[in-house]
């Protein structure tokens, strides 16, 4: 396979290393040195290395400011603009106290996944402080589980209306509440998903009988096209690479989750993981060409295309 690219840097951070999850850009980068590409992880940003494409992986809702400095030493970034993934800023349908909604809504953690990953950075330090918090964090879930000082949440509680949502939620910024906008048809939730990298991209949709729909609990899935709309919710968003779910309500796309460390669930991983890193692989040379074509249009290689 003839391309430019002779090493790809992954900037990680340094409390989440590749080694600490199964991230799909693990088996992306094994691809990658199949083809003879040199990848190498850098995790925190304390030390250069040149590299012709730089990755940027680090799994925290907004990225730190000197993670964004770091990288922009290097000509191609992967995710440059994504470094922000708030539900304050990635969904379209939250909801407030004075709201003209009727609705059923869910309470959500402003932060992905659930707020933990930045929990676990706050929490570092004496063992004591950090057995305290964990003991206060379970006293709040079992006697309060929705309080003006909770940070995390392991569910997403939902609400009959915005009027049953306690209002200690309100005056939490660390929590947000949404509109709860299901798909449910046959019997059962759906939930969609889009991973791409560059102009690679596959869609799934999968069903489960109860939400959420996880890996654990699925009937059924399938490979689905997908619709223009998440196109411009990704240049919206700044993403190259990364995970979106989705669900199709009352024939209206409705973006739940933007994810750009995305994991797999099985280990070994399942034939259609592999297949799955194997195209979106590929998506990279589409993004350094992209860049060159930028600099000089002259030098965009013919064959490359973007998806539509």
């Known amino acids: 396979m003839g391309h430019h690219l002779k090493k790809i840097l ?8 590749l080694d600490s999850q199964r991230y799909l850009v693990g088996l992306v980068a094994a691809r990658w040195r199949e083809w003879g590409i040199e990848v190498k992880e850098l995790r925190g940003p ?28 290097y000509p191609v970034v992967v995710n440059r603009g994504a470094v922000d993934i708030s539900k304050s800023r990635v969904s379209t349908n939250l909801v407030g106290p004075g709201d003209a909604y009727s609705g ?18 706050r929490r570092q330090g004496h063992w004591l402080k950090q057995v305290g918090s964990r003991v206060l964090e379970r006293w709040s879930r079992r006697f309060a589980p929705l309080t003006a000082r909770t940070r995390t949440l392991k569910r997403y509680p939902i609400f009959p209306s915005l009027d049953a949502v306690p209002d200690a939620v309100f005056a939490n910024p660390h929590l947000v509440v949404e509109k709860f906008l299901p798909e449910f048809h046959d019997g059962c939730y759906w939930l969609r998903t889009y991973v791409f990298l560059g102009d690679r991209h596959v869609g799934r949709c999968s069903s489960a009988r ?18 223009d709309e998440l196109h411009v919710a990704r240049a919206r968003l700044g993403f190259d690479y990364g995970k979106f779910d989705y ?9 739940l989750d933007a994810n750009r460390t995305p994991t797999y669930a099985s280990v070994p991983p399942s034939d259609r993981v592999l ?15 992209q860049a060159t074509a930028d600099a000089d249009p002259s030098h965009a290689h013919p064959d490359r295309r973007r998806c539509a």
């Open 247 to 255: 669900v199709v309500h009352d024939g209206r796309i409705v973006l």
């Open 275 to 289: 297949t799955l890193a194997r195209t979106l692989a590929e998506g990279v040379f589409s993004l350094a060409d």
């Open 10 to 17: 992954i900037l990680t951070h340094e409390a989440h290393p």
């Open 46 to 73: 304390d030390r250069f290395e040149d590299a012709d494409l730089a990755v940027q992986h680090v799994n925290l809702t907004v990225v730190p400011r000197e993670y964004v400095q770091f990288l922009d030493r």
């Open 210 to 227: 109860q939400t959420p729909v996880k890996a654990a609990n699925t009937v059924s899935s399938e490979t689905i096209p997908v619709p």
């Open 104 to 121: 059923p809504v869910i309470v959500k953690t402003d932060r992905n996944f659930g707020g933990r990953p930045e929990e676990a950075l």
